[in-house]
């Protein structure tokens, strides 16, 4: 079965503290790897898109990298704009273009 | 700016009274989605449209179906809303239906049951 996981549930940082967000997958055939960020009551947000193992996309404050098994988010001192559920969603072929999502990481930064 | 928008953002029924959700575009993209997400939960698709061609996820309960009268609109109709359909209704879309393609998604509906 196609699975995501991401990990943690939840994240505190302080303003500048840099981390990483973890998302897992287990599918058949990937298609693309893609990042969102969610606000509090609005649509999920696009950030990226990752193809292949080794891949790696920068914006901003943000750098998504992709290995066969795992994509990670890293944040490097975050503010606390940065503060957001970070859904990460894996595209498998089924139908016209299924997004598989994980979880997501409620991820807050204090000043 | 092109976008997706969702109307109403936020929509309160009646348990059993009927409910249509609107989404448009202005990107010209060829495929819409409708996903269902529930509190700290992650979206579910419900179905999609390429082109003209509905497409339903096995797992998509009968009350909801929906209707593309043309390439920039897209309705969600909830036949007769449970308490358990309260949720938010995204819509998205995507260029084309091939891999690899990023899905764009609306500001969403909240639905409430009453």
């Known amino acids: 079965e196609d699975q995501v996981t991401q990990s943690p549930e939840a994240l505190r940082l302080q303003e500048g503290e840099s981390s990483s967000l973890n998302c897992s997958y287990t599918?058949?055939?990937?298609?693309?790897l893609f990042w969102y960020r969610q606000d509090p009551g609005k649509g999920p947000e696009f950030l990226f898109t990752l193809y292949s193992a080794g891949e790696e996309k920068e914006k901003e404050r943000l750098k998504a990298t992709l290995t066969k098994k795992e994509s990670f988010l890293h944040i490097t001192a975050p503010k606390p704009e940065d503060s957001a559920t970070y859904l990460c969603a894996v595209q498998i072929p089924q139908g016209a273009q299924k997004l598989v999502f994980g979880q997501g990481t409620r991820l807050t930064i204090n000043p | 700016d092109a976008m997706v928008i969702q109307n109403p953002r936020y929509q309160v029924t009646q348990f059993g009274k009927p409910v249509t959700l609107s989404c448009s575009q202005t990107?010209?993209?060829?495929?819409m989605y409708w996903y269902q997400q529930k509190s700290s939960q992650a979206p579910k698709l419900l179905f999609h449209?390429?082109?003209?061609?509905?497409?339903n996820e096995a797992d998509t309960p009968d009350n909801f179906q929906s209707r593309r009268p043309n390439t920039s609109f897209c309705f969600l109709d909830i036949r007769s809303p449970g308490l358990g359909d309260a949720a938010m209704y995204l819509c998205?879309?995507?260029?084309?239906?091939?891999?690899?393609?990023?899905?764009?998604f609306g500001p969403g509906t909240r639905l409430l049951v009453l």
């Open positions: 449209y390429y082109d003209k061609d509905f497409n």
């Open positions: 599918v058949s055939g990937l298609r693309g």
């Open positions: 998205a879309t995507s260029k084309q239906a091939g891999g690899g393609e990023t899905q764009y």
């Open positions: 990107l010209n993209h060829n495929v």
